[in-house]
């Protein structure tokens, strides 16, 4: 009789469905999310450009069953940028961006900050 040998079922992190760009209203929580996949199961780590944010007390995060979720609760102006979300395992990484837009309810460059946004984003 041969002997049984697991499968190894090891990957590295992939992103099945990316972040999303957000625009949120002052003093709004904003909650960004992504599936993934990767074994064993990835680290996550936030950041606002370059800052790591994984770790402040400002932020909620979560990772379980595939899925990260990062939450800022009352949203203000400071909050407005790029996020980037890493996923690392033993065998590889994977990286993820967003953009957030924060305006106030009488803000009427919403719509111009939008198409802006989306204009930078498009390959040509």
Known sequence: ???????????????????KDHAVRCGHDCTMSCA????PPPQASWYKGDV????GPRFWQSTANGVCTLTIPTCNA???GDYTLVLENPLGKAQCKCSLIIFDK????ILERLIEARKAKQII
């Open 36 to 39: 993934f996949l990767g074994r």
């Open 1 to 19: 009789m041969k002997e049984y040998k697991p499968k190894d079922l090891s990957m590295k992190p992939e992103f099945i469905l990316p972040l």
């Open 78 to 80: 400071k909050d407005s």
């Open 52 to 55: 790591k944010i994984s770790d």
């Open 106 to 109: 009488d803000d009427k460059s």
